[in-house]
């Protein structure tokens, strides 16, 4: 099984402030083929059901601002929020689709206010 | 809109069995993989089993393998998980996510309010 840990478990930030999200996969996660790194991030706010943000890595899901951006390759990634906002305090997850059996995602970053 | 919801949720007792429903709209079922994920309380997402579009494929964490079983049935547009010989450690709220493609195995694009299955005595 491909294992994701993300850093921190937490942060608080500032609003209007820069949040940064870490993501390790202990594989990599990069198809050679096509040079497509297999991860996704979700949103998960207080009492509702995930929604995705970003795929492949970078691609930003439609609708998504565009103060969440994703980088990263091979085993390491990030997400980044450039510009807090309050509507922004939710708990985090990536998610590996390299290896489907099974699919795997971290054990999630809560982000608040501080 | 895509909608998906899920119900058949509750308390069981451990060894007690449950069948979750997942009533997809606004796309063509079908033509797409689903998957159940769950989250126990307090705790982060765990995939659980995984079905094809055409559902001549299926999918489960080692968890679940052997006491779950997903199915679907395009004509009345649900998708299932039956769950038998439960255990406390199955209690989490239980989510239906849509992947993007027919064969799945990849990321998902929707995911349901989700259903909670408290298992106890």
């Known amino acids: 099984d491909i294992v994701m840990t993300q850093s921190p478990d937490s942060l608080a930030v500032s609003l209007g402030e820069r949040a940064t999200i870490n993501c390790k996969s202990s594989?990599?996660?990069?198809?050679?083929?096509?040079?497509?790194?297999?991860l996704a991030w979700y949103q998960q706010k207080p009492g509702q059901p995930p929604k995705l943000l970003i795929y492949?890595?970078?691609t930003r899901e439609s609708g998504v601002p565009d103060r969440f951006s994703g980088s990263g390759s091979g085993t390491e990634f990030t997400l980044t929020i450039s510009s807090l906002q309050a509507e922004d305090v939710a708990v985090y997850y990536c998610?590996?689709?390299?290896?489907?059996?099974?699919?795997?995602f971290g054990g999630g970053t809560k982000v608040e206010i501080k | 809109e895509v909608q998906l919801l899920e119900s058949g949720g509750g308390l069981v007792r451990p060894g007690g069995s449950l069948r979750l429903s997942c009533a997809p709209s606004?796309?063509?079922?079908?033509?797409?993989?689903m998957s159940w994920v769950r989250q126990a309380p307090g705790e982060g997402l765990e995939w659980v089993s995984s079905?094809?579009?055409?559902?001549?494929?299926?999918y489960y964490a080692d968890s679940v393998k052997g006491r779950f079983t997903i199915s679907r049935d395009d004509s009345k547009n649900t998708l299932y998980l039956e769950m038998n010989s439960l255990r406390d450690e199955d209690t989490a709220v239980y989510y239906c996510?849509?992947?993007?493609?027919?064969?799945?195995?990849?990321?998902?694009?929707?995911w349901g309010q989700g259903t909670l299955v408290t298992v106890s005595s």
């Open positions: 996510a849509k992947f993007v493609t027919l064969s799945g195995g990849d990321y998902f694009d929707y």
């Open positions: 606004g796309f063509t079922f079908s033509n797409y993989a």
């Open positions: 079905i094809s579009g055409s559902g001549g494929r299926t």
């Open positions: 594989q990599s996660v990069l198809y050679s083929s096509n040079n497509k790194n297999y």
């Open positions: 492949w890595a970078s």
């Open positions: 998610q590996q689709y390299y290896n489907t059996l099974p699919l795997t």
